[in-house]
């Protein structure tokens, strides 16, 4: 049995970090539910920018817009929302299968807007609306000015995706947020199950370390911190709080394990996802680590409730003079203008096709 099967027998939902046209156009995505147990999707600017740049099926969506007057940001959420529409189709199945446990995409905001809570949360019940699709989550940064987006959104009844998560403490930042949001729907006679998933970003810790410690603590610190954060969001389910919310219709927020690709070339191809396979929570994965877990047929352990060795672990890269609280705010911040950077290339493409056609 393929170890995507067994990932998905376990109950941890295998979705794919990844979306071209072209995969919708030519039924990869269809094989991919079908063979590899994908059951979502996830999209980032990056993964557009390089999808636009490398094809020509966007190249309608870019003359239109021309033809509209539309400004390159204007042009990329038409064909981003065309492409992610239809994924959402393809998943609804699965999405009306599992209760609205599964079968989400995601859509992202502006990057331009991560330290701006109210044009976040404009932008997210526009760009939710336009979709008009039950499945679709609007991702939104875990920064201090956008958790207030995040349960403004869950308020509002928009599905989130909180991005750049990289602590336990981003984490439960986002949960509460999430929970404060639920919490208001109820108090105001409103349907509690509003969707929502807490994206943990896991290889970027070891890339920032990479160069500080000793060979044999390379490529454990990502996992020691989801395994920290796992046994956290565990907790949290089973709070008075989370059990009010849940007992009234609402289903939890989950934990997904994000930034899964390996980025050691002298390290597994599977690494992160054979490290965390967890029931109850989400693996999104670029499509390399997809297609290389599918070549095997073993998983690892599953996560250890208490969080297994994690705290020696951490207290090891401290001891080793890393400040893991600075390291996280700097991750989270670095993180921001990478999809600032992401997203100017991305309009830069637009612009530069647009020129050329």
């Not at 499945?135 to 995706?161: D, M, Q």
């Not at 994206?199 to 395994?227: E, Q, Y």
């Not at 996802?273 to 670029?286: E, F, I, Q, R």
Request: with cysteine; net charge negative; hydrophobic share 45%.
């Amino acid at each position: 049995m393929k170890a995507t099967q067994l990932l998905h027998n376990l109950g941890q939902s295998i979705w794919l970090d990844n979306i071209t046209r072209d995969h919708l156009d030519t039924g990869t995505i269809k094989h991919y539910i079908r063979e590899l147990s994908v059951t979502g999707l996830t999209s980032n600017p990056t993964i557009f920018e390089q999808a636009i740049k490398k094809s020509t099926a966007y190249d309608d969506n870019i003359i239109s817009g021309l033809k509209k007057g539309l400004p390159a940001e204007d042009i990329f959420f038409d064909l981003a929302l065309e492409d992610l529409s239809r994924a959402a189709d393809l998943f609804l199945p699965t999405f009306l299968k599992t209760g609205t446990v599964d079968g989400w995409v995601s859509l992202e905001v502006s990057p331009l807007l991560a330290y701006d809570t109210a044009s976040t949360l404009r932008a997210a019940i526009e760009l939710h609306s336009r979709a008009g699709r039950p499945n679709l989550f609007i991702k939104i940064p875990g920064t201090r000015e956008g958790l207030p987006a995040v349960e403004e959104a869950i308020f509002s009844g928009v599905p989130v995706n909180v991005t750049l998560l990289f602590s336990r403490e981003h984490y439960l930042a986002a949960a509460e947020a999430w929970l404060r949001g639920i919490e208001r729907r109820l108090d105001a006679g409103l349907d509690p199950n509003v969707g929502s998933v807490a994206s943990l970003f896991v290889s970027r810790w070891d890339g920032a370390v990479a160069d500080k410690v000793t060979p044999d603590m390379k490529n454990r610190l990502g996992i020691a911190m989801a395994k920290r954060t796992y046994k956290a969001s565990l907790e949290l389910m089973n709070s008075p709080r989370w059990q009010r919310v849940i007992k009234a219709g609402a289903r939890p927020q989950r934990l997904l394990f994000a930034s899964t690709g390996t980025k050691d070339p002298m390290a597994s191809d599977i690494l992160y996802v054979n490290a965390l396979p967890a029931p109850d929570t989400v693996n999104t994965m670029p499509e390399a680590t997809l297609l290389a877990l599918a070549g095997y047929d073993k998983i690892g352990p599953v996560l250890s409730a208490d969080g297994g060795d994690c705290e020696k672990i951490l207290s090891d890269f401290m001891k080793a003079g890393i400040d893991l609280d600075a390291l996280a705010a700097r991750l989270q911040d670095d993180g921001a203008k990478s999809f600032v950077r992401s997203w100017n290339e991305l309009l830069a493409v637009i612009t530069s096709k647009s020129n050329t056609l």
